[in-house]
């Protein structure tokens, strides 16, 4: 596959999360333990988006209120639910996304007890929170900081006792790293044949929805909107019918991002919709793929992981296709604002 | 003002939420003396857009655990926090909405207690839920419901002894509607001329925070995509420097709705950064509106009515000028999906 070291990818999971699996559960036993009244899931743009499924995740398992939050806008308001009984969990890639080590020491300061998940040590990050989980590389670390999160957020409802197959699935875990590798390769042939169709394409719309739509707002914002300077609308399932769906012609981009929780029916609805409108509809269906040694009740925990696996293919392809680099911004890290 | 009757929606918010008062107040008395242990703001499109300010005024003053729900996705989610110690609040214009009044009957067979504003009487929503709070029309029925949530949320937090600045604050509603015709009045030729600028512009982007960042939200979905068929980002400010930024250039449209909560340096970050790209940055800033009768400590509570009231200027001009009435839909109601 264009531009994916199999072994980096499946070392980096290993290491950076399941490796760090025994740690994570003493971080989360001790908070447990003390007592907590609440949880904040912080981060800015692509880390905030990613605290959005494990938000979804704790609904639907949990009674511990759980809030993902922007840190930015965290930091202005006098938020009354953020207290010392509270617990803050941020992500950041480099450590130095100022809004969120702002907000780390925000919070720390507030007396809240926090955690952070930083790809490199002894930065900024790493060094404003009570527990800091470091794995030493920015190469896939999203991938790192997603299996890191379904460790954290499993073994707090089991510590809530409402996730009593925990040991099984932090078990399982195991062989997803195999199981996204398989799944991205069987993907692979699409993902470049929709970069190449859609090489000039100049707007796309998303839709997802529950433990999948922050990757549906992430994949338009950071990827489509930052790293390929393409405009795109990303919009949940539910929402699509209260306005998006009236721009969808015969020749409209729309990507379905289809997952496997509760909220599958409603991505089907966009499906059974769109499906009669534009040809230019693509499915990106985690059901698709066999994942091996992973249970049938723990897909729609995981199907995250593998959609999000899925789309840095496409995103391979595209920078290819496009002769446009992931990496260049023309303002953001280049200006003051 | 073209397509405006002052008199009419007047006697609109008059008699739609202010006339209520005292029916709101007795709602919430009564709800807070038996006690809930926490609140859903449900809706559907833009009634869950209008209940987004809501959520935010809540977290700003409240310990309160109060979440804004996608209709849809609450239906299908076994959502752990709703229990029968919840209060859900609806709204639909029609009273007619198939996934809220789905959700209606769905919180109440949960045994939670549930409120719903509406505007036709005697319709399924009103039907369906604990208290009907009904005004028997449809035109200006948002800044109705807007007017009413005001008092229901206030009187909420009042009696949780979070605002005992209630009675002048209801009282000083009273002098809102004449303060947004005003407004009105007075921002009208900036809206004719962006309409006749923008009659050709085919993607404009929007940003707000905070209590606005529902109507920012709103506005893109639901009049520029719905009524109008215009490509439209709604994008947090706090967002905005995550991945949206990029696409900006010297002739984008970017639309800031700046209000005055807490989140206003965020939206003034934007603007020192767009003002120095696009030449095509329009403010729509509540702050330039003198609001007699309201003392300036609720101005951030009632900058999100100003700024509905605002853009429904605009929407009234892009009809004329785009030649596009705001009712014709390609889709929505007029096939099955």
Known sequence: MLKFDRELFVQALNEGALGKRGELERVVDEI??????????????????MMYPFEYIFKSYSALPVRAEIAAELLVTDNRQLTSKSVCIFASVTGTTKETVAAAQFCREKGATTIGLV??????????VDYAITFGREKHAFDVFYLQLQILT???LQQ????PQYEQFAAELAALPQGMVAAMEEFDARAEAFAIKHRETDYHMLVGAGNLWGNTYSYAMCILEEMQWIKS??????????????LVEKDTSVILFKGEDATRPLVERVERFAENITKELFIIDTKDYALPGISEEFRKLVDLNVNWALTSRISAYLERERNHPL????????MEY
């Open 119 to 128: 790809g490199i040590p002894g930065t900024p990050l790493a060094e404003a």
């Open 154 to 156: 499993t073994r707090f």
């Open 327 to 334: 990496e260049i911004r023309r303002y953001y890290r280049k």
């Open 160 to 163: 809530n006792g409402e996730f």
């Open 32 to 49: 447990s333990g003390k007592g907590f009244s609440n949880i904040f899931l912080i981060g800015s743009g692509g880390t905030v988006a």
């Open 233 to 246: 609308k990303s919009i949940h399932a539910a929402e699509f019918f209260h306005g998006t769906l009236e």
